[in-house]
């Protein structure tokens, strides 16, 4: 598959552009996932070139002048009440909405990494309803968990943070509308020493990969929330489409395959995990989806029979 490529290059995620159009043949798109682009003038320009070279950018929406030193987790109840500090919903949606806009400017393809606010859901429905293209993502962590789930554990610490109850409940009305076009994992792997320190000290970040489809299926599909199909939906066809991935299903198509066992009964624990990081805030849950098989390409990559 291929890579993203950088947005910018430099210290501070802004100034300098990578050269777009000479990549854009060779990349899915760009993306300076982990920070956002400060200046609206470089994103401005960035979405231009991207727009010339009929690419995409997917971005990791973030203003880190709003974020006070230390910002650990949502700015709410929680974080008052543990003196911890906060990272409040307007350094996401902020940069949404300069976005959308310089989206709709330029006419670039515009995609919102990991959304997790309720006005960012709002932001973007009414995007889309004005016609822009903008599409965007959430992880099952930010539609299943919320800031009252929080323990002082490293492993309930991520950017963005869980949110607040009412943002929770926007998320799940935002993929069930299509307002949000997918379900991403944002598959963070840590060492346990940097996920040992805390909420206020450990690295930011857990891992999705392995829990995202079991916990779906089981507390979104079994429970009569949402279809099977529209999980699929989320999941694999929509990014597929969106990011023009080959991979398929039908004769002829390069295998993406996985294959879940949907009668299993598995409780998560991160010591079955493959992955070598461990942190997850669902350890203990129950899940009913179990993954037996994976075939990428001519290759069985995992198989559990
Ligand atoms: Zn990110």
Request: charged share 25%.
């Given at each position: 598959m291929l890579p993203y490529a950088a947005i910018t290059i430099g210290q501070k995620?802004?100034?300098?552009?990578?050269?777009?159009?000479?990549?854009?043949?060779?990349?899915?798109?760009?993306s300076d996932d982990g920070r956002g682009v400060k200046e609206a003038d470089t994103m401005r320009e960035a979405m231009a070139r991207c727009a010339a070279a009929d690419s995409i950018i997917a971005a990791h929406c973030e203003d880190m002048s709003l974020i006070p030193p230390g910002g650990a987790i949502h700015d709410g109840e929680f974080a008052r009440a543990h003196g911890i500090?906060?990272?409040?919903?307007?350094?996401e949606w902020a940069p949404i909405a300069r976005d959308v806009e310089l989206a709709k400017e330029t006419g670039c393809r515009y995609h919102v990494c990991h959304v997790s606010t309720k006005?960012?859901?709002a932001i973007i429905r009414q995007a889309k309803a004005q016609g822009?293209?903008?599409?965007?993502e959430t992880g099952p962590h930010y539609l299943l968990l919320c800031q009252d789930d929080l323990q002082d554990l490293g492993r309930f610490k991520m950017n963005p943070p869980l949110r607040d109850r009412e943002d929770m409940a926007a998320l799940v009305e935002g993929i069930l509308d299509g307002t949000i076009d997918m379900i991403a994992t944002?598959?963070?792997?840590?060492?346990?020493?940097?996920k040992g320190r805390g909420l206020a000290k450990s690295a930011m970040g857990v891992v999705g990969i392995e829990t995202a489809f079991p916990l779906m299926y089981t507390y979104f599909v079994e429970t009569g929330r949402m279809s099977l199909e529209m999980l699929i939906d989320r999941m694999v066809y929509a990014p597929r489409k969106r990011f023009r991935l080959d991979g398929g299903i039908n004769i002829g198509d390069r295998a993406e395959i996985t294959v879940f066992d949907?009668?299993?009964?598995?409780?998560?624990?991160?010591?079955?995990?493959?992955s070598k990081g461990k942190a997850t805030p669902f350890e203990g849950w129950k899940v009913h989806a179990e993954c037996k098989l994976t075939i990428c390409g001519e290759k069985v990559a995992y198989e559990n029979m």
């Open positions: 995620g802004e100034g300098e552009l990578v050269d777009i159009q000479g990549l854009a043949h060779r990349v899915i798109g760009f500090p906060g990272i409040p919903s307007e350094s006005e960012s859901v822009i293209d903008v599409t965007c944002d598959h963070a792997p840590h060492s346990a020493e940097e949907l009668n299993a009964d598995k409780t998560i624990d991160p010591a079955d995990f493959l």
